[in-house]
Protein backbone atom coordinates (compact mmCIF):
# COMPACT_ATOMS: atom_id res chain seq x y z
CA UNK A 1 0.00 0.00 0.00
CA UNK A 2 1.15 3.40 -1.19
CA UNK A 3 0.38 6.93 0.37
CA UNK A 4 0.06 9.78 -1.71
CA UNK A 5 -1.99 13.31 -1.54
CA UNK A 6 -2.30 15.93 -3.66
CA UNK A 7 -1.67 18.70 -1.54
CA UNK A 8 1.50 17.12 -1.73
CA UNK A 9 2.65 17.24 -4.92
CA UNK A 10 1.41 20.65 -5.08
CA UNK A 11 4.05 21.89 -2.63
CA UNK A 12 6.40 19.74 -4.63
CA UNK A 13 6.11 21.46 -7.76
CA UNK A 14 5.98 24.78 -5.62
CA UNK A 15 9.09 24.50 -4.35
CA UNK A 16 10.45 23.61 -8.06
CA UNK A 17 10.08 20.01 -8.55
CA UNK A 18 9.27 19.96 -12.65
CA UNK A 19 6.00 18.92 -13.72
CA UNK A 20 6.09 17.08 -16.64
CA UNK A 21 7.55 14.45 -14.19
CA UNK A 22 5.00 14.23 -11.94
CA UNK A 23 2.67 13.85 -15.25
CA UNK A 24 5.16 10.90 -16.18
CA UNK A 25 4.92 9.54 -12.69
CA UNK A 26 1.23 9.49 -13.18
CA UNK A 27 1.12 8.51 -16.64
CA UNK A 28 3.41 5.48 -15.58
CA UNK A 29 0.43 4.23 -12.99
CA UNK A 30 -2.24 4.33 -15.76
CA UNK A 31 0.36 2.53 -17.96
CA UNK A 32 0.47 -0.32 -15.08
CA UNK A 33 -3.01 -0.23 -14.21
CA UNK A 34 -5.29 0.85 -16.93
CA UNK A 35 -5.68 -2.25 -18.75
CA UNK A 36 -7.22 -4.57 -16.27
CA UNK A 37 -8.76 -1.58 -14.47
CA UNK A 38 -10.23 0.16 -17.01
CA UNK A 39 -11.26 3.52 -15.17
CA UNK A 40 -10.96 5.91 -18.32
CA UNK A 41 -13.49 5.93 -21.31
CA UNK A 42 -11.36 8.29 -22.79
CA UNK A 43 -7.71 9.40 -22.02
CA UNK A 44 -5.64 12.84 -23.43
CA UNK A 45 -2.62 12.06 -25.81
CA UNK A 46 0.17 11.83 -23.42
CA UNK A 47 2.22 14.45 -25.74
CA UNK A 48 -0.72 17.68 -25.06
CA UNK A 49 -0.27 16.18 -21.38
CA UNK A 50 3.36 16.72 -21.02
CA UNK A 51 3.42 20.35 -23.14
CA UNK A 52 0.76 21.42 -20.26
CA UNK A 53 3.11 20.42 -18.22
CA UNK A 54 6.17 22.24 -19.94
CA UNK A 55 4.14 24.90 -20.60
CA UNK A 56 3.16 25.39 -16.32
CA UNK A 57 7.32 24.80 -15.85
CA UNK A 58 8.20 27.90 -17.95
CA UNK A 59 5.45 29.61 -16.11
CA UNK A 60 6.88 28.65 -12.60
CA UNK A 61 10.19 29.34 -13.46
CA UNK A 62 9.81 32.99 -14.75
CA UNK A 63 7.99 33.57 -11.02
CA UNK A 64 4.41 34.03 -12.57
CA UNK A 65 1.29 33.56 -10.08
CA UNK A 66 0.05 30.10 -10.97
CA UNK A 67 -3.18 28.95 -10.21
CA UNK A 68 -4.33 26.69 -6.87
CA UNK A 69 -4.12 22.93 -8.85
CA UNK A 70 -1.23 24.23 -10.95
CA UNK A 71 0.06 20.80 -12.44
CA UNK A 72 -2.22 18.20 -10.89
CA UNK A 73 -4.11 15.79 -13.35
CA UNK A 74 -7.93 15.66 -12.49
CA UNK A 75 -9.72 12.64 -14.12
CA UNK A 76 -13.36 14.15 -15.11
CA UNK A 77 -16.66 11.88 -14.65
CA UNK A 78 -17.93 11.45 -18.15
CA UNK A 79 -20.68 12.74 -17.27
CA UNK A 80 -19.32 16.32 -16.79
CA UNK A 81 -19.15 18.10 -20.73
CA UNK A 82 -15.67 18.66 -21.71
CA UNK A 83 -14.76 20.61 -25.01
CA UNK A 84 -11.50 18.42 -25.47
CA UNK A 85 -12.83 15.62 -24.97
CA UNK A 86 -15.41 13.46 -26.11
CA UNK A 87 -18.28 13.17 -23.12
CA UNK A 88 -20.15 10.01 -23.84
CA UNK A 89 -22.26 9.71 -20.09
CA UNK A 90 -21.44 5.92 -20.67
CA UNK A 91 -24.19 5.29 -23.02
CA UNK A 92 -24.27 4.37 -26.56
CA UNK A 93 -26.80 6.97 -27.53
CA UNK A 94 -23.94 9.74 -26.91
CA UNK A 95 -21.34 7.66 -28.69
CA UNK A 96 -18.82 10.15 -30.15
CA UNK A 97 -20.53 13.11 -28.89
CA UNK A 98 -18.29 16.36 -28.35
CA UNK A 99 -19.83 19.11 -26.30
CA UNK A 100 -19.42 22.35 -28.20
CA UNK A 101 -18.96 23.51 -24.04
CA UNK A 102 -17.10 23.12 -20.80
CA UNK A 103 -19.37 22.23 -17.48
CA UNK A 104 -18.80 25.27 -14.90
CA UNK A 105 -16.67 22.91 -12.82
CA UNK A 106 -14.22 22.18 -16.16
CA UNK A 107 -14.04 25.56 -16.59
CA UNK A 108 -13.18 26.30 -13.00
CA UNK A 109 -10.28 23.41 -13.09
CA UNK A 110 -8.63 25.00 -16.22
CA UNK A 111 -8.50 28.68 -14.76
CA UNK A 112 -6.90 27.17 -11.68
CA UNK A 113 -3.96 25.57 -14.64
CA UNK A 114 -4.84 22.09 -13.19
CA UNK A 115 -4.81 19.40 -16.42
CA UNK A 116 -7.30 17.10 -17.23
CA UNK A 117 -5.90 13.65 -17.76
CA UNK A 118 -9.43 11.69 -19.09
CA UNK A 119 -12.43 10.90 -18.66
CA UNK A 120 -13.74 8.68 -16.92
CA UNK A 121 -16.41 5.00 -16.90
CA UNK A 122 -19.37 5.23 -15.03
CA UNK A 123 -22.46 3.25 -15.47
CA UNK A 124 -25.06 4.67 -18.22
CA UNK A 125 -26.33 7.72 -17.52
CA UNK A 126 -24.87 7.63 -13.71
CA UNK A 127 -27.71 5.00 -13.27
CA UNK A 128 -25.61 2.33 -11.07
CA UNK A 129 -24.06 1.27 -8.02
CA UNK A 130 -21.20 -0.95 -9.70
CA UNK A 131 -19.69 0.56 -12.75
CA UNK A 132 -20.35 -2.64 -14.90
CA UNK A 133 -24.07 -0.90 -16.49
CA UNK A 134 -21.57 1.13 -18.69
CA UNK A 135 -22.25 0.49 -22.05
CA UNK A 136 -18.32 0.03 -22.92
CA UNK A 137 -17.12 -2.27 -20.34
CA UNK A 138 -17.27 -2.53 -16.35
CA UNK A 139 -14.49 -0.61 -14.64
CA UNK A 140 -12.46 -3.41 -12.00
CA UNK A 141 -11.90 -2.22 -8.32
CA UNK A 142 -7.79 -1.96 -8.13
CA UNK A 143 -7.75 -3.27 -4.37
CA UNK A 144 -9.13 -6.39 -6.14
CA UNK A 145 -9.76 -6.72 -9.69
CA UNK A 146 -12.62 -9.48 -9.40
CA UNK A 147 -14.70 -6.97 -7.46
CA UNK A 148 -16.79 -4.01 -8.24
CA UNK A 149 -15.49 -0.50 -7.70
CA UNK A 150 -18.82 0.77 -6.79
CA UNK A 151 -21.27 3.38 -8.85
CA UNK A 152 -21.67 4.99 -10.62
CA UNK A 153 -18.35 7.08 -10.18
CA UNK A 154 -16.63 3.98 -10.13
CA UNK A 155 -14.12 5.18 -12.57
CA UNK A 156 -13.04 8.27 -10.87
CA UNK A 157 -12.83 6.43 -7.43
CA UNK A 158 -10.54 3.63 -9.27
CA UNK A 159 -8.26 6.30 -11.05
CA UNK A 160 -7.78 7.84 -8.02
CA UNK A 161 -7.44 4.17 -6.14
CA UNK A 162 -4.20 3.36 -8.38
CA UNK A 163 -2.57 6.53 -8.37
CA UNK A 164 -3.88 7.74 -12.59
CA UNK A 165 -5.03 10.84 -11.17
CA UNK A 166 -4.57 13.41 -8.37
CA UNK A 167 -7.80 14.68 -8.25
CA UNK A 168 -10.94 13.60 -9.21
CA UNK A 169 -14.92 15.18 -10.44
CA UNK A 170 -17.82 12.66 -10.03
CA UNK A 171 -21.10 13.14 -9.51
CA UNK A 172 -23.58 11.77 -6.52
CA UNK A 173 -27.31 11.57 -7.35
CA UNK A 174 -28.16 8.81 -4.50
CA UNK A 175 -24.55 7.88 -3.30
CA UNK A 176 -22.86 7.61 -6.81
CA UNK A 177 -19.60 9.52 -5.50
CA UNK A 178 -19.69 7.99 -2.37
CA UNK A 179 -20.22 4.28 -2.40
CA UNK A 180 -17.33 4.56 -4.72
CA UNK A 181 -15.34 5.94 -2.20
CA UNK A 182 -16.15 3.65 0.14
CA UNK A 183 -15.02 0.68 -1.86
CA UNK A 184 -11.69 1.88 -2.79
CA UNK A 185 -10.33 3.42 -0.14
CA UNK A 186 -10.72 7.10 -1.46
CA UNK A 187 -12.84 10.36 -0.14
CA UNK A 188 -16.04 11.51 -1.91
CA UNK A 189 -17.89 14.47 -0.55
CA UNK A 190 -21.14 14.98 -1.88
CA UNK A 191 -21.88 19.02 -1.53
CA UNK A 192 -25.17 20.60 -0.12
CA UNK A 193 -27.61 20.97 -3.08
CA UNK A 194 -26.73 24.06 -5.29
CA UNK A 195 -23.56 24.51 -3.82
CA UNK A 196 -21.30 23.06 -6.85
CA UNK A 197 -22.86 24.17 -10.53
CA UNK A 198 -24.72 21.55 -12.63
CA UNK A 199 -24.22 23.58 -15.75
CA UNK A 200 -22.83 21.19 -18.39
CA UNK A 201 -23.59 17.79 -16.00
CA UNK A 202 -25.47 15.57 -18.38
CA UNK A 203 -28.94 15.49 -16.25
CA UNK A 204 -30.48 12.51 -14.40
CA UNK A 205 -32.28 13.11 -11.15
CA UNK A 206 -32.03 17.20 -11.52
CA UNK A 207 -33.13 17.68 -8.01
CA UNK A 208 -31.09 15.36 -6.26
CA UNK A 209 -27.67 15.50 -7.96
CA UNK A 210 -24.38 17.06 -7.39
CA UNK A 211 -21.02 16.95 -9.49
CA UNK A 212 -19.35 15.89 -6.35
CA UNK A 213 -15.23 16.19 -5.61
CA UNK A 214 -13.35 12.93 -4.74
CA UNK A 215 -9.73 12.58 -4.03
CA UNK A 216 -7.67 10.36 -1.56
CA UNK A 217 -7.91 12.45 1.77
CA UNK A 218 -10.19 14.65 2.97
CA UNK A 219 -7.28 17.59 2.59
CA UNK A 220 -7.47 17.09 -1.16
CA UNK A 221 -11.58 16.90 -1.12
CA UNK A 222 -11.40 20.06 0.30
CA UNK A 223 -8.88 21.87 -2.27
CA UNK A 224 -10.94 20.63 -5.25
CA UNK A 225 -13.90 22.12 -3.62
CA UNK A 226 -12.98 25.47 -2.45
CA UNK A 227 -11.98 25.45 -6.56
CA UNK A 228 -15.48 24.31 -8.16
CA UNK A 229 -17.76 25.48 -5.33
CA UNK A 230 -19.70 28.91 -5.79
CA UNK A 231 -22.59 30.55 -6.98
CA UNK A 232 -22.70 30.22 -11.27
CA UNK A 233 -25.34 32.26 -13.03
CA UNK A 234 -25.59 29.33 -15.79
CA UNK A 235 -27.09 27.51 -12.96
CA UNK A 236 -30.79 28.27 -11.47
CA UNK A 237 -30.53 25.98 -8.73
CA UNK A 238 -27.16 27.21 -7.83
CA UNK A 239 -27.23 28.66 -4.67
CA UNK A 240 -26.03 32.60 -3.78
CA UNK A 241 -22.96 31.42 -2.06
CA UNK A 242 -19.26 32.47 -2.66
CA UNK A 243 -16.22 30.10 -3.77
CA UNK A 244 -15.71 28.17 0.20
CA UNK A 245 -12.59 28.75 1.81
CA UNK A 246 -12.01 25.59 4.37
CA UNK A 247 -10.00 25.37 7.53
CA UNK A 248 -7.61 22.37 7.41
CA UNK A 249 -7.33 22.13 11.12
CA UNK A 250 -9.17 18.50 12.69
CA UNK A 251 -11.68 19.07 14.68
CA UNK A 252 -11.56 18.60 18.30
CA UNK A 253 -12.87 14.48 19.59
CA UNK A 254 -13.67 16.65 22.87
CA UNK A 255 -17.39 18.66 22.62
CA UNK A 256 -18.04 16.81 19.17
CA UNK A 257 -22.12 15.45 18.87
CA UNK A 258 -22.65 12.60 16.68
CA UNK A 259 -25.83 11.39 16.17
CA UNK A 260 -26.14 7.70 15.53
CA UNK A 261 -29.33 7.19 13.83
CA UNK A 262 -30.77 3.72 13.97
CA UNK A 263 -32.11 3.49 10.60
CA UNK A 264 -28.77 4.10 8.90
CA UNK A 265 -26.71 2.21 11.21
CA UNK A 266 -27.67 -1.23 11.38
CA UNK A 267 -28.45 -4.08 8.76
CA UNK A 268 -24.96 -3.91 7.28
CA UNK A 269 -22.76 -7.53 7.20
CA UNK A 270 -20.73 -7.77 10.33
CA UNK A 271 -17.04 -6.93 8.98
CA UNK A 272 -18.40 -3.47 7.53
CA UNK A 273 -20.47 -3.24 11.35
CA UNK A 274 -17.07 -3.84 13.24
CA UNK A 275 -14.78 -1.61 11.38
CA UNK A 276 -18.20 1.73 11.87
CA UNK A 277 -18.28 0.69 15.57
CA UNK A 278 -14.60 0.45 16.12
CA UNK A 279 -13.97 3.93 14.44
CA UNK A 280 -17.47 5.51 16.46
CA UNK A 281 -15.85 4.07 20.13
CA UNK A 282 -12.50 5.48 19.47
CA UNK A 283 -14.23 8.46 19.26
CA UNK A 284 -16.30 8.37 21.87
CA UNK A 285 -13.25 7.44 24.17
CA UNK A 286 -11.83 10.39 22.92
CA UNK A 287 -14.21 12.61 23.97
CA UNK A 288 -17.10 12.81 21.49
CA UNK A 289 -20.93 13.03 22.50
CA UNK A 290 -22.24 10.21 20.86
CA UNK A 291 -26.39 9.79 20.60
CA UNK A 292 -28.50 7.42 19.76
CA UNK A 293 -31.95 7.90 17.67
CA UNK A 294 -34.76 6.99 15.52
CA UNK A 295 -36.22 8.37 12.45
CA UNK A 296 -38.83 5.86 11.08
CA UNK A 297 -39.55 7.82 8.25
CA UNK A 298 -35.87 6.93 6.82
CA UNK A 299 -36.95 2.98 6.71
CA UNK A 300 -39.31 4.82 3.13
CA UNK A 301 -36.28 6.49 2.06
CA UNK A 302 -34.98 4.09 -0.69
CA UNK A 303 -38.35 3.73 -2.24
CA UNK A 304 -38.64 7.32 -1.97
CA UNK A 305 -35.52 7.93 -3.53
CA UNK A 306 -35.98 5.39 -6.42
CA UNK A 307 -39.22 6.55 -7.15
CA UNK A 308 -38.15 10.51 -7.71
CA UNK A 309 -35.35 9.61 -9.17
CA UNK A 310 -37.27 7.19 -11.93
CA UNK A 311 -39.69 10.18 -12.52
CA UNK A 312 -37.01 12.94 -13.21
CA UNK A 313 -34.61 10.22 -15.72
CA UNK A 314 -37.83 9.71 -17.55
CA UNK A 315 -38.53 13.28 -18.42
CA UNK A 316 -34.53 14.35 -18.56
CA UNK A 317 -33.89 11.59 -21.30
CA UNK A 318 -36.95 12.60 -23.36
CA UNK A 319 -34.14 14.83 -25.15
CA UNK A 320 -32.76 11.84 -26.78
CA UNK A 321 -35.25 11.05 -29.86
CA UNK A 322 -32.15 10.56 -32.48
CA UNK A 323 -32.00 14.46 -33.79
CA UNK A 324 -29.33 16.39 -31.61
CA UNK A 325 -27.24 13.39 -30.33
CA UNK A 326 -25.37 10.56 -32.15
CA UNK A 327 -27.84 7.68 -31.74
CA UNK A 328 -29.97 7.73 -35.19
CA UNK A 329 -32.86 5.35 -36.12
CA UNK A 330 -33.02 4.38 -39.80
CA UNK A 331 -37.05 4.49 -40.42
CA UNK A 332 -38.87 7.02 -42.86
CA UNK A 333 -41.98 6.70 -40.11
CA UNK A 334 -41.19 9.48 -37.38
CA UNK A 335 -42.65 6.97 -34.31
CA UNK A 336 -40.73 4.04 -35.23
CA UNK A 337 -37.20 6.21 -35.91
CA UNK A 338 -37.43 7.72 -32.11
CA UNK A 339 -38.48 4.00 -30.85
CA UNK A 340 -35.35 2.39 -32.90
CA UNK A 341 -33.07 5.27 -32.00
CA UNK A 342 -33.52 5.28 -28.29
CA UNK A 343 -33.66 1.14 -28.30
CA UNK A 344 -30.22 1.34 -29.83
CA UNK A 345 -28.44 3.96 -27.71
CA UNK A 346 -30.29 2.79 -24.04
CA UNK A 347 -29.21 -0.41 -22.42
CA UNK A 348 -31.20 -2.11 -19.95
CA UNK A 349 -31.31 -0.28 -16.72
CA UNK A 350 -31.54 3.08 -18.77
CA UNK A 351 -34.64 1.82 -19.77
CA UNK A 352 -35.76 0.28 -17.46
CA UNK A 353 -35.80 3.42 -15.04
CA UNK A 354 -37.57 5.44 -18.01
CA UNK A 355 -40.45 2.73 -17.93
CA UNK A 356 -41.21 3.25 -14.32
CA UNK A 357 -40.11 6.49 -14.54
CA UNK A 358 -43.36 7.04 -17.13
CA UNK A 359 -45.13 4.70 -14.82
CA UNK A 360 -44.40 6.79 -11.50
CA UNK A 361 -45.72 10.01 -13.62
CA UNK A 362 -48.83 8.62 -15.55
CA UNK A 363 -52.42 9.26 -14.72
CA UNK A 364 -53.70 7.22 -12.63
CA UNK A 365 -50.26 6.41 -10.55
CA UNK A 366 -48.91 9.14 -10.62
CA UNK A 367 -50.62 10.71 -6.83
CA UNK A 368 -49.47 7.08 -5.24
CA UNK A 369 -46.38 6.96 -6.51
CA UNK A 370 -44.03 10.50 -7.75
CA UNK A 371 -46.33 12.71 -5.77
CA UNK A 372 -46.56 10.57 -2.51
CA UNK A 373 -42.81 9.98 -2.70
CA UNK A 374 -42.38 14.10 -2.86
CA UNK A 375 -44.19 13.93 0.25
CA UNK A 376 -42.35 11.32 2.03
CA UNK A 377 -39.41 13.24 1.16
CA UNK A 378 -40.52 16.58 2.79
CA UNK A 379 -40.60 14.34 6.10
CA UNK A 380 -37.32 12.92 5.62
CA UNK A 381 -35.95 16.55 4.64
CA UNK A 382 -37.65 18.00 7.73
CA UNK A 383 -36.53 15.39 9.59
CA UNK A 384 -32.90 15.70 8.74
CA UNK A 385 -32.65 19.61 8.78
CA UNK A 386 -33.68 19.30 12.39
CA UNK A 387 -30.81 16.75 13.37
CA UNK A 388 -28.28 18.39 11.84
CA UNK A 389 -28.96 21.06 13.77
CA UNK A 390 -27.37 19.69 16.96
CA UNK A 391 -25.47 16.75 15.95
CA UNK A 392 -23.40 14.94 12.74
CA UNK A 393 -24.80 12.27 12.00
CA UNK A 394 -22.77 9.35 11.37
CA UNK A 395 -24.00 6.53 8.92
CA UNK A 396 -22.86 3.52 7.42
CA UNK A 397 -21.51 4.23 3.67
CA UNK A 398 -22.54 0.61 2.17
CA UNK A 399 -24.59 -2.34 3.54
CA UNK A 400 -21.82 -4.67 2.11
CA UNK A 401 -18.24 -5.27 0.75
CA UNK A 402 -18.10 -4.64 -2.58
CA UNK A 403 -19.55 -7.37 -4.82
CA UNK A 404 -17.67 -9.55 -6.87
CA UNK A 405 -18.33 -7.91 -10.80
CA UNK A 406 -21.37 -9.92 -11.68
CA UNK A 407 -22.80 -10.80 -8.50
CA UNK A 408 -25.95 -8.76 -8.49
CA UNK A 409 -26.55 -7.76 -11.88
CA UNK A 410 -29.44 -10.50 -11.98
CA UNK A 411 -31.56 -8.66 -9.75
CA UNK A 412 -32.34 -4.71 -9.99
CA UNK A 413 -33.33 -4.20 -6.65
CA UNK A 414 -30.19 -6.15 -5.02
CA UNK A 415 -28.34 -3.43 -6.83
CA UNK A 416 -30.96 -0.61 -5.27
CA UNK A 417 -30.14 -1.91 -1.91
CA UNK A 418 -26.66 -1.24 -2.25
CA UNK A 419 -27.52 3.04 -1.81
CA UNK A 420 -29.89 2.31 1.07
CA UNK A 421 -27.33 4.51 3.35
CA UNK A 422 -26.30 7.32 0.64
CA UNK A 423 -30.23 8.09 -0.47
CA UNK A 424 -30.98 10.08 2.55
CA UNK A 425 -28.28 12.95 2.16
CA UNK A 426 -29.60 13.43 -1.75
CA UNK A 427 -33.55 14.07 -0.62
CA UNK A 428 -32.39 16.14 1.85
CA UNK A 429 -30.08 18.48 0.29
CA UNK A 430 -27.22 18.21 2.70
CA UNK A 431 -23.77 17.74 2.15
CA UNK A 432 -22.37 14.10 2.89
CA UNK A 433 -18.90 12.93 3.04
CA UNK A 434 -17.25 9.00 2.92
CA UNK A 435 -13.79 7.88 4.40
CA UNK A 436 -11.63 5.16 4.39
CA UNK A 437 -11.82 3.56 7.98
CA UNK A 438 -9.96 0.31 7.30
CA UNK A 439 -9.74 -2.87 5.28
CA UNK A 440 -11.87 -6.63 5.75
CA UNK A 441 -10.21 -9.31 4.30
CA UNK A 442 -7.88 -6.73 1.92
CA UNK A 443 -11.33 -4.77 0.86
CA UNK A 444 -12.18 -1.35 1.60
CA UNK A 445 -14.79 -0.21 4.74
CA UNK A 446 -15.91 3.57 4.53
CA UNK A 447 -17.69 5.52 7.06
CA UNK A 448 -20.29 8.24 5.84
CA UNK A 449 -20.61 11.65 8.00
CA UNK A 450 -24.07 14.11 6.94
CA UNK A 451 -24.34 17.63 8.11
CA UNK A 452 -26.37 20.69 7.91
CA UNK A 453 -27.03 22.50 4.80
CA UNK A 454 -23.56 24.35 3.58
CA UNK A 455 -21.45 22.45 6.39
CA UNK A 456 -18.99 20.83 4.65
CA UNK A 457 -16.33 23.07 6.60
CA UNK A 458 -17.76 20.25 9.79
CA UNK A 459 -17.38 17.32 7.69
CA UNK A 460 -13.81 18.71 6.52
CA UNK A 461 -13.24 18.74 10.43
CA UNK A 462 -14.37 15.58 10.96
CA UNK A 463 -13.31 13.77 8.39
CA UNK A 464 -9.28 15.09 9.20
CA UNK A 465 -10.11 14.38 12.64
CA UNK A 466 -11.04 10.93 11.52
CA UNK A 467 -8.00 10.66 9.01
CA UNK A 468 -5.50 11.09 11.92
CA UNK A 469 -7.26 8.55 14.46
CA UNK A 470 -7.19 5.63 10.67
CA UNK A 471 -3.87 6.85 9.32
CA UNK A 472 -5.70 6.23 6.09
CA UNK A 473 -4.93 9.62 4.05
CA UNK A 474 -3.81 9.26 0.89
CA UNK A 475 -3.59 5.62 0.66
CA UNK A 476 -3.29 3.90 -2.69
CA UNK A 477 -2.49 0.62 -4.25
CA UNK A 478 0.93 -0.55 -5.23
CA UNK B 1 -42.39 -13.82 -11.39
CA UNK B 2 -45.04 -13.20 -13.92
CA UNK B 3 -45.73 -10.02 -15.55
CA UNK B 4 -48.56 -8.66 -14.07
CA UNK B 5 -50.13 -5.96 -16.81
CA UNK B 6 -49.27 -6.44 -19.80
CA UNK B 7 -51.53 -3.65 -21.12
CA UNK B 8 -49.98 -1.17 -18.94
CA UNK B 9 -46.95 -2.20 -20.00
CA UNK B 10 -47.86 -1.77 -23.95
CA UNK B 11 -48.83 1.81 -22.74
CA UNK B 12 -45.43 2.70 -20.66
CA UNK B 13 -43.60 1.47 -23.98
CA UNK B 14 -45.63 3.68 -26.47
CA UNK B 15 -45.22 7.10 -24.09
CA UNK B 16 -41.41 6.28 -23.44
CA UNK B 17 -41.25 5.51 -27.11
CA UNK B 18 -38.85 2.99 -26.85
CA UNK B 19 -38.84 -0.21 -29.46
CA UNK B 20 -38.63 -3.82 -27.39
CA UNK B 21 -38.67 -6.75 -28.95
CA UNK B 22 -40.51 -9.19 -27.44
CA UNK B 23 -37.98 -11.17 -24.65
CA UNK B 24 -36.77 -7.54 -23.84
CA UNK B 25 -40.82 -6.78 -23.36
CA UNK B 26 -41.18 -10.03 -21.48
CA UNK B 27 -38.27 -9.17 -18.96
CA UNK B 28 -38.89 -5.95 -18.74
CA UNK B 29 -42.52 -6.01 -17.67
CA UNK B 30 -41.41 -8.85 -14.84
CA UNK B 31 -38.69 -6.56 -13.46
CA UNK B 32 -41.16 -3.27 -13.66
CA UNK B 33 -43.98 -5.63 -11.68
CA UNK B 34 -41.73 -6.36 -8.93
CA UNK B 35 -40.27 -2.78 -8.89
CA UNK B 36 -43.33 -1.12 -8.24
CA UNK B 37 -44.27 -3.59 -5.67
CA UNK B 38 -41.59 -2.07 -4.02
CA UNK B 39 -41.83 1.55 -4.46
CA UNK B 40 -45.63 1.09 -3.49
CA UNK B 41 -44.56 1.41 0.33
CA UNK B 42 -43.91 5.49 -0.89
CA UNK B 43 -48.22 5.74 -1.27
CA UNK B 44 -48.98 4.35 2.35
CA UNK B 45 -46.62 6.09 3.99
CA UNK B 46 -47.31 9.55 2.46
CA UNK B 47 -50.90 8.65 3.43
CA UNK B 48 -49.72 8.46 7.10
CA UNK B 49 -47.20 11.64 7.03
CA UNK B 50 -50.11 14.13 5.46
CA UNK B 51 -47.09 16.41 4.08
CA UNK B 52 -47.18 18.45 1.75
CA UNK B 53 -45.10 17.75 -1.89
CA UNK B 54 -41.34 19.11 -2.29
CA UNK B 55 -40.05 19.14 -5.42
CA UNK B 56 -36.89 21.38 -4.84
CA UNK B 57 -35.08 20.63 -1.63
CA UNK B 58 -34.67 24.49 -0.42
CA UNK B 59 -38.41 24.64 -0.81
CA UNK B 60 -39.16 25.71 2.94
CA UNK B 61 -42.80 27.19 2.01
CA UNK B 62 -44.01 24.30 4.72
CA UNK B 63 -43.38 24.62 8.29
CA UNK B 64 -40.38 22.58 9.28
CA UNK B 65 -41.83 19.28 11.30
CA UNK B 66 -40.09 20.79 14.72
CA UNK B 67 -42.97 23.26 14.43
CA UNK B 68 -40.13 26.49 13.62
CA UNK B 69 -41.01 28.99 11.45
CA UNK B 70 -42.27 29.31 8.05
CA UNK B 71 -40.17 30.64 4.78
CA UNK B 72 -40.77 31.46 2.03
CA UNK B 73 -38.99 31.67 -1.39
CA UNK B 74 -39.06 34.78 -2.38
CA UNK B 75 -37.45 35.44 -6.48
CA UNK B 76 -35.46 38.54 -5.53
CA UNK B 77 -33.17 35.77 -3.64
CA UNK B 78 -33.07 33.56 -6.63
CA UNK B 79 -29.35 33.97 -8.68
CA UNK B 80 -31.22 34.25 -11.35
CA UNK B 81 -31.86 38.18 -11.97
CA UNK B 82 -35.35 39.05 -12.86
CA UNK B 83 -36.10 42.51 -15.40
CA UNK B 84 -39.04 44.11 -16.45
CA UNK B 85 -40.91 40.95 -14.94
CA UNK B 86 -38.80 38.17 -16.81
CA UNK B 87 -36.36 36.08 -15.36
CA UNK B 88 -33.22 36.09 -17.91
CA UNK B 89 -32.17 33.34 -18.62
CA UNK B 90 -28.35 32.83 -19.73
CA UNK B 91 -28.52 29.86 -21.56
CA UNK B 92 -31.13 31.32 -23.59
CA UNK B 93 -29.39 34.63 -24.74
CA UNK B 94 -31.07 36.42 -21.09
CA UNK B 95 -28.07 38.80 -20.13
CA UNK B 96 -27.03 38.68 -16.58
CA UNK B 97 -25.41 41.47 -14.91
CA UNK B 98 -22.91 40.18 -12.71
Known amino acids: ?478 | MECKDKEVMEKLVEIAKISLNEEERKTLCDELSRIAEYLKAVGEAARELGTEPLYYVWDLGGPLRDGGESHRVDVRELPTKVKDGHIAVPWRGGRVEE
Open chain 1, 1 to 478: MKSREAWQELEKIREGRDVVGHVEEVLARVEKWEGEVKAYISLEIPELLRQRGEELERRLRKGEKVGKLAGLLVSVKDNICTTALPTTAGSRMLDGYVSPYNATVVERLLAEDAIVIGKTNLDEFAMGSTTELSAFWPTRNPWDLTRVPGGSSGGSASSLAYGGADLSLGSDTGGSARLPAAYTATVGLKPTYGLVSRYGLIPYGNSLEQISPMARSVRDVALLLEVIGGWDARDATSLRVGSPVFSLEPAEARGQKICLVKEMVEGAEEPVEKLFWNVVEKLSSEGAELEEVRIPVLSKALPTYYTIAFAEAASNLARYAGIFYPSKGSSGIWEEYVGEARAKGFGREVKRRILMGVYALSEGFRDEFYVAATRVRRAIRDEVLKLTRRCIIAAQASPILPPRIGERLDDPLKLYYMDMYTVVANLAGVPALVQPIGFSHGLPVGIQWIAGPLEEQKLISLGLLVESLTGLAGVMVD
